[in-house]
């Protein structure tokens, strides 16, 4: 294992109440809470190992978006790469999904940016709105990779935050990318 430490900042966005925070804390404490706090703003570190290389992760928790909410632009300069998260058992999530990444590029002042699209709640299958093919299809016209998380059956999480690193470090146009991904030329995860 290297000792060279990479810092990667990561911001998760989305609708309220789509599981932004708890998968977040699934991914630092393994912890489950059904319980729902909307959420301000937090900002957590931890650190990971992808491959040979150990980063410092800054995950940055923000509040639910909506229709009229306005994106920090600080987050412009910083950011290695955005997770933007719905709920597949909640569809206008989905929509406010794709309102989220038009912010992203209004405040950022580029066409593409690195960024996870990530269906969250997989584990409601009956309760579900918006089908794999539907998010695969919208990811796709975003040029980034999916993938379906539950943070209550702790299903997909690691990877979610793993995935996010490979991202970052592609649109770094880092080197040392994981042979795996390799012919994954997707810049986009959507959560």
């Known amino acids: 294992m290297s000792t060279n430490r990479l810092d990667r900042n990561i911001v998760v966005l989305g609708g309220m109440g789509v599981g932004k ?66 709920s597949v058992a909640y569809r206008k999530s989905f929509e406010i999904a794709k309102i989220v990444r038009e912010k992203i590029l209004d405040i950022s002042g580029v066409e593409s940016v690195a960024m996870v699209l990530v269906g969250n709640k997989s584990d409601l299958k009956q309760d579900r709105q918006v089908s794999r093919n539907e998010a695969e299809e919208l990811a796709t016209k975003f040029n980034c990779p999916y993938i379906e998380t539950s943070a209550k059956e702790n299903s997909n999480i690691e990877e979610l935050f793993i995935r996010s690193v490979k991202i970052a470090n592609k649109a770094r146009g880092d080197d040392d990318v994981d042979a795996a991904d390799a012919g994954d030329k997707s810049m986009c995860v959507i959560m």
């Open 21 to 86: 925070s708890t998968a977040i804390q699934r991914f630092l404490k393994n912890e489950f809470s059904e319980a729902h706090y909307p959420t301000v703003s937090n900002t957590y570190n931890k650190k990971i190992s992808v491959g040979e290389r150990e980063y410092n992760l800054t995950i940055t928790d923000t509040a639910g978006q909506d229709e009229t909410s306005i994106l920090d632009p600080s987050f412009a300069g910083s950011t290695d790469v955005y997770v933007i998260a719905f």
